[in-house]
């Protein structure tokens, strides 16, 4: 469809106004929608895990974590759905209502073998693109390891991947995820 040359791409605005109804879930790329799969039980599990260390930590902060029922706009044909996100502002009470955010600080992809070169590929360019993300973290649930990419200033990144369990520092959230928090079994 995208490669019609009378197809003209959706604009994030158009996308989000589209009523899917709740038993499917999409994602917005190159302005093409595209239908998302479910995880697994492990992925869900740990990124429920983060959501939950990550609201009880941020809690009276003014930064706030979404799960991936949150969109991200990160082009004006782009909208991505990550598995956990933060966005800070001082003005929850009064800001309207949003359906996508394009001011993350904090983005967690949690892989899973048919996501990964997509997550670690095409997503965390278009995740670093954006001048709010500060850490984005990408968490293998099945080996217990992350990866972590830290802005260092507006062009330079640090990419740490651990060969062993480890804990996530978020500076910018002044936080830290412990391992035992983002695998807790239970």
């Known amino acids: 469809m995208a490669s019609d040359p009378l197809y003209q791409p959706i604009t994030v605005d158009e996308f989000l106004g589209m009523n899917f109804g709740s038993d499917r879930k999409f994602e917005l790329s190159d302005g093409v929608i595209q239908m998302m799969t479910g995880g697994s039980d ?8 983060i959501y939950f260390a990550l609201r009880t930590k941020l809690r009276g902060t003014g930064c706030r974590p979404f799960n991936s029922d949150m969109g991200i706009r990160v082009t004006e044909h782009d909208v991505r759905y990550p598995d956990v996100s933060v966005v800070c502002r001082p003005d929850w009470l009064t800001a309207p209502e949003a359906k996508a955010f394009a001011d993350p600080v904090v983005l967690f992809e949690v892989l899973s073998p048919s996501t990964t070169t ?8 278009e995740y670093r693109r954006l001048p709010s993300v500060d850490t984005i973290v990408f968490v293998d ?5 992350t990866r972590t990419y830290q802005r260092l200033d507006e062009t330079g990144w640090r990419d740490t991947t651990f060969a062993e369990p480890h804990d996530v520092e978020l500076p910018s959230l002044s936080i830290t995820l412990t391992e035992a928090e983002i695998f807790a079994r239970d």
């Not at 649930?141 to 390891?145: A, E, G, H, S, T």
């Open 141 to 145: 649930p099945i080996n217990r390891l």
């Open 118 to 125: 997509i997550d670690q590929g095409r997503k965390l360019e």
């Open 42 to 49: 492990k992925h869900a599990h740990v990124a429920g895990n």
